[in-house]
């Protein structure tokens, strides 16, 4: 049976979502990844997990501010000496980033055979919709209207 690119995207995705991932453990590790980011901040696909996944890449302006947002949002309510909250691909060269939130973390390190969703994931391929997505609360759902003028 052969996959149609929509098939195709999707299995990428999912493949992308399920690999190995290493964590912003500090914060200056986090500092360094937006920066990472921001150098190129077009071509990011901003996913809200629980939201429809968005259809066409965000653009740089709305990337700076999400990231402004984000990077705000995780120092005032993740009220740790630590990140740890915060997983790429590849911290150099980022291509999917996985925000979890500091107020819905469950676990989200070790082993699992259902991890817990993260809130939010910045992606270089387009996403796909979670199937496991967990609607997120409204509080979170109007924080990210707010910023995407959604």
């Not at 493949?15 to 991932?21: A, E, I, P």
Request: charged share 20%; proline share 10%.
């Amino acid at each position: 049976m052969l996959c149609t690119m929509e098939e195709t995207a999707q299995q990428t995705f999912l493949q992308d979502f399920k690999g190995s991932f290493t964590s912003a453990l500090r914060w200056p590790q986090l500092d360094a990844l937006w920066e990472r980011v921001l150098a190129h901040p077009e071509g990011w696909y901003l996913y809200a997990v629980g939201e429809p996944p968005p259809q066409a890449p965000a653009t740089a302006d709305e990337c700076r501010q999400l990231v402004k947002e984000l990077d705000a949002l995780l120092h005032r309510e993740h009220d740790e000496d630590y990140c740890g909250i915060v997983y790429a691909d590849n911290l150099d060269e980022p291509a999917m980033i996985k925000v979890y939130d500091p107020n819905n973390l469950g676990v989200s390190c070790g082993y699992s055979t259902n991890p817990p969703l993260p809130g939010w994931v910045l992606s270089r391929i387009p996403p796909v919709d979670l199937p496991a997505a967990r609607a997120q609360p409204a509080g979170r759902r109007r924080w990210w209207q707010r910023i995407l003028g959604g």
